[in-house]
């Protein structure tokens, strides 16, 4: 059985640093596309950073150049290293994973993701 389980959010001020963490495990496919994703009260489900297999990373245009997506596949670890935040990042972070295939862009359907984990929520205020 997969499981995903993300931890690491809380509440920081404008241009705080967070760093989110999502452990797998249960997982048997040797390719795979894994991100986390966020959803705001009232809006859509939407991705946020994903990375293949083979390091490949893909970012919301939102986050480029603040926040950071790596694996550790020693520790069957995710994390999402995030920095400047801004209050519009508010949100419940979730991390989820492909049935598998390595295609890992981030407009890869949310229902490609078979796997989710419950939230972790971050609060950003100004």
């Known amino acids: 059985q997969v499981q995903l389980v993300a931890s690491g959010g809380g509440s920081v001020q404008a241009g705080g640093s967070l760093r989110l963490s999502c452990g797998l495990s249960?997982?048997?496919?040797?390719?795979?596309?894994i991100g986390w994703f966020r959803q705001a009260p009232g809006k859509e489900r939407e991705g946020v950073a994903v990375i293949n297999n083979h390091g490949s990373t893909s970012y919301a245009d939102s986050v480029k150049g603040r926040f950071t997506i790596s694996k550790d596949n020693a520790k069957n670890t995710l994390y999402l290293q995030m920095n400047s935040l801004k209050p519009e990042d508010t949100s419940m972070y979730y991390c989820a994973v492909t049935y598998g295939g390595s295609w890992c862009p981030i407009s890869r359907p949310l229902s490609d993701f078979g796997h989710w984990g419950l939230g972790t929520q971050v609060t950003v205020s100004s």
């Open positions: 249960g997982y048997t496919y040797s390719t795979y596309c």
